[in-house]
């Protein structure tokens, strides 16, 4: 689990390219190649053309994925770094869980007693602000502030598990996987399986 600020392109070591210049970023070794968008959220990242992303471009594409899931999945191809010790020249998918707010923390937030909810920064999830690195939020913080950072990276875990059931099944994603603290999903599941079967009969 990472925080935002180690995500995002303009801040990331792994990301920013200044030019894809090993010289000018030694850490630079992953070139982004694509952005999954889980739940059809992110109309946008459909359309980037990775072979020329731009930074624009590709702020948008993190920003819109991160902030309606929470996590991201991106391809990326791996290069040559000497940093790293790495041959590159292959790709893999690299799937994140960050600490900024998403649909789900807010499904959380939306069935906590008030007094958790006030006992929780505007940050929620992201707490790391709040203790040093010496004791951090999940070893020194309240109860309430461990209780519902567990809670919320515990989400993002299901999240992808349930993500990653669906496929490329978007409306599904969208149905379950977004719903899953909402009575919501509760009739999604009812009538899934009776869905699903006679989608692959017809």
């Given at each position: 689990?990472?925080?935002?600020?180690?995500?995002?392109p303009?801040?990331?070591?792994?990301?920013?390219?200044?030019?894809?210049?090993?010289?000018?970023?030694p850490?630079?070794?992953?070139k982004l190649?694509?952005?999954?968008d889980f739940?059809?959220?992110?109309?946008?990242?459909?359309?980037?053309?990775y072979?020329?992303l731009?930074?624009?471009?590709r702020?948008?594409a993190f920003e819109c994925?991160?902030g309606?899931?929470g996590?991201?999945?991106?391809?990326?191809?791996?290069l040559?770094?000497?940093?790293?010790?790495?041959?590159?020249?292959?790709k893999?998918?690299l799937e994140v869980?960050?600490?900024?707010?998403?649909?789900?923390?807010?499904?959380l937030?939306?069935?906590?007693?008030?007094?958790y909810?006030?006992?929780?920064?505007?940050s929620?999830?992201?707490?790391?602000?709040?203790?040093?690195?010496?004791?951090?939020?999940?070893?020194?913080?309240?109860?309430?502030?461990?209780?519902?950072?567990?809670?919320a990276?515990?989400?993002?875990?299901?999240?992808?598990?349930?993500?990653?059931?669906?496929g490329?099944?978007?409306?599904?994603?969208?149905k379950?996987?977004?719903?899953?603290?909402s009575?919501?999903?509760?009739?999604?599941c009812?009538?899934?399986?009776?869905?699903?079967a006679?989608?692959?009969?017809?």
């Open positions: 689990m990472v925080t935002a600020d180690q995500v995002f303009e801040q990331s070591a792994f990301w920013k390219c200044n030019g894809d210049s090993a010289k000018l970023n850490f630079y070794s992953m190649q694509g952005v999954r739940a059809g959220k992110c109309p946008e990242v459909d359309k980037l053309d072979a020329a731009t930074d624009a471009q702020n948008a994925s991160l309606n899931y996590v991201g999945a991106f391809n990326v191809q791996v040559p770094n000497k940093h790293w010790d790495l041959k590159g020249k292959w893999l998918q869980g960050t600490l900024l707010r998403s649909k789900l923390d807010d499904q937030l939306s069935l906590l007693p008030a007094s909810k006030d006992s929780l920064p505007a929620f999830p992201d707490l790391s602000l709040m203790h040093t690195e010496e004791a951090s939020f999940f070893s020194a913080g309240s109860y309430v502030e461990s209780w519902a950072s567990r809670a990276t515990t989400l993002r875990g299901h999240f992808l598990q349930c993500a990653n059931y669906h490329d099944q978007t409306a599904a994603v969208a379950d996987c977004l719903q899953l603290l009575g919501e999903r509760q009739k999604f009812s009538t899934y399986e009776t869905e699903e006679a989608a692959q009969q017809a």
